[in-house]
């Protein structure tokens, strides 16, 4: 039974300085990988909420543009019409 034992697998509960250190290693790792993390999210939150506000403003003069250019298209249509219809008058008194 003796040799049995010594070809078997045998586990060694020792706990080296070695592997706490490799623990604390990794442990600080995550960490620290944890808190960058949280810091990107931040700074892109950041720049999210910076997007979305000059989306807003962008927004807001594409509507004041539109307001306009329709307001000078009604001004071109009555001044067009005007137009037409002086010259037409000046060609009605020509005919007569």
């Known amino acids: 039974m003796g040799e ?3 070809k078997g697998w045998t586990i060694n509960r020792q706990i080296n300085v070695s592997v706490l ?3 604390v290693c990794l442990a600080t790792l ?3 990988s944890w808190m960058n993390l949280q810091r990107q999210l931040d700074m892109l939150q950041r720049d999210v909420s910076m997007l979305v506000q000059a989306n807003e403003k ?3 003069k594409l ?3 539109s307001n306009k250019t329709i307001a000078f298209e ?3 249509k009555s001044l067009e ?3 037409k219809e002086s010259q037409d008058e000046k ?6």
């Open 30 to 32: 995550i960490v620290g």
């Open 63 to 65: 509507e004041t543009n």
């Open 91 to 96: 060609r009605d008194r020509y005919n007569n």
């Open 81 to 83: 019409n005007s137009m």
């Open 4 to 6: 049995q034992n010594q």
């Open 21 to 23: 250190v490799q623990l």
């Open 74 to 76: 009604y001004r071109i």
């Open 58 to 60: 962008f927004q807001d």
